[in-house]
């Protein structure tokens, strides 16, 4: 257990301290990879908020789950099913997930007065495998929602109604999403982590950079991976 967690906290040093000059999800951190599509993998997430907090994350650098082409988002949605299937078989649950959807590139090596870890703008959507409802708490800053049901729908919601400009989501245990347009709202850093965290009553982990939760990196893999790796053969099986 000793060893690995070092494997772990090695692999995230450089984004935690700040030495990185590159975007964690393109740099592909294998330590807590669970498993890889074509187009998308599974990681760990750095900051667990609580044991099992995953992200299915684009293989290319991508802004956001609705400007993906057409095969990254067929895989992401089979990825999003095998995610809440291994929650409800692990956790007894399907888990929440939510989305910063930007709309921007990687500015990594950009020099500016801002926190360079805010900049990287790489498809990343957040699962917990927790029966929790922030909508309040996003409401407060962001009351303007719109509901979809579908990567489809969501797709079409940021094309047509917010004209490609960026937005907040979050999905519930049915898979319901709510949109929250974000126009040129200053959003705090990591707000719905923040919330997540809030609303668990855990709020001193809802910032990466502070909790890294690496001890939490090895039950949750253990558990997981198995059941991930299974329900990902059988669905590409599946497909044969």
């Known amino acids: 257990m000793n060893e690995n967690r070092k494997v772990y906290e090695d ?5 935690i301290t700040g030495e990185a000059e590159s975007c964690s999800y393109c740099d592909h951190l294998d330590p807590l990879i669970l498993i890889e599509g074509v187009h998308t993998y599974v990681t760990l997430a750095i900051g667990q908020i609580v044991e099992g907090y995953v992200q299915i994350c684009t293989q290319k650098h991508r802004t956001a789950a609705t400007g993906l082409f057409k095969p990254e988002s067929i895989e992401l949605a089979g990825m999003k099913k095998i995610v809440r299937a291994a929650y409800r ?3 007894g649950n399907p888990g929440v997930a939510f989305e910063n959807g930007k709309a921007g590139s990687c500015l990594w090596k950009e020099k500016t007065e801002h926190n360079m870890k805010d900049l990287c703008h790489h498809t990343h959507i957040h699962y917990l495998p927790v029966e929790i409802d922030i909508r309040k708490r996003i409401e407060e800053t962001l009351p303007e929602v719109i509901i979809v049901h579908s990567l489809r729908e969501l797709a079409e919601v940021r094309r047509d109604e917010l004209e490609s400009r960026p937005y907040l989501y979050f999905e519930d245990g049915s898979e319901t999403g709510y949109v929250y347009p974000v ?3 200053k959003i705090p850093r990591q707000f719905l982590r923040k919330c997540a965290a809030e609303e668990l009553g855990v709020p001193e982990r ?5 909790y890294p939760g690496v001890e939490l990196f090895e039950k949750g893999k253990e ?3 198995p059941v991930l790796t299974r329900l990902h053969d059988e669905s ?3 497909r044969k």
């Open 183 to 185: 126009d040129d709202m």
């Open 206 to 210: 809802a910032d990466w950079l502070t």
């Open 11 to 15: 692999a995230i040093r450089p984004y």
């Open 89 to 91: 078989e692990v956790y």
């Open 223 to 225: 558990k997981l991976q």
């Open 236 to 238: 590409k099986n599946g």
